[in-house]
């Protein structure tokens, strides 16, 4: 009984938490809270362009060539992974293979790329921080990569750590279709800033 007793409270503990916030978030989104939070970071995006990453962005376009090369091949080993996954969890490949060892492998080059992306994307940034500032997709891909991310980490690694058995085929099913068309607006997105700053 107090096991059930327990994990009844944390289960409401992770709910009440949700909740929590998606209120702050609600609150910020829909008050002037934002725009005063976005004007302020104005000072810090001009500071980046004088970070060491920011001058050599600017001023050796090789090395930012280079840099943004090895973005993108991170992007398409992310999204490779992705894919894999959840084409296994919706039963379209592999399935041959147990889900639990694709899912991990999966996960282990999600991260890998997912590391490599973040850093080489900082570095990009901080060479054009006063430029993409004033982007709005910019500010819509960095939401859409931190939904991504939580995604990942809170929301499918940890429910898909239980045994695939008991869960329910449409939950997994939803879980893998979320994840790829949260994926797909991250990439399309940061396709959208290459469009919107040339």
């Known amino acids: 009984m107090s096991a059930l007793g327990s994990t009844s409270s ?28 976005w004007l302020r970071l104005y000072e810090f995006f001009l500071w980046l362009e004088t970070t060491p990453f920011g001058v050599i962005g600017k001023t050796w376009g090789a090395v930012f060539a280079v840099v943004e090369a090895i973005h993108l091949l ?5 999204g490779g992974a992705v894919i ?3 084409a296994r969890l919706l039963g379209w490949l592999f399935i041959d293979v147990p889900a639990r060892e694709i899912l991990d492998k999966a996960h282990k080059v999600f991260v890998v ?13 901080c060479g054009v921080a006063g430029k993409i500032y004033w982007l709005p997709v910019f500010w ?6 931190a939904t991504g991310i939580f995604f990942v980490f809170f929301i499918r690694r940890p ?15 939803l879980i893998a279709i979320s994840s790829m068309l949260l994926w797909f607006t991250v990439a399309a997105t940061g ?3 290459g469009f919107a700053g040339s």
Do not use: C, N
Not at 74 to 78: D, G, N, V
Not at 113 to 125: D, E, K
Not at 163 to 173: A, S
């Open 10 to 37: 944390t289960s409401y503990g992770k709910t009440i938490t949700v909740a929590v916030l998606l209120f702050i978030l609600l609150t910020f989104s829909f008050t002037d809270l934002r725009y005063q939070t």
């Open 74 to 78: 991170a992007m398409a080993l992310l």
């Open 84 to 86: 894999v996954g959840d």
């Open 113 to 125: 790329g997912l590391t490599v992306v973040l850093i080489t994307g900082i570095f990009m940034a």
């Open 140 to 145: 819509y891909k960095m939401l859409a990569l």
């Open 159 to 173: 429910l898909l750590r239980h045994p695939l058995e008991e869960i329910h085929p449409r939950v997994t099913k």
């Open 191 to 193: 396709r959208w800033i």
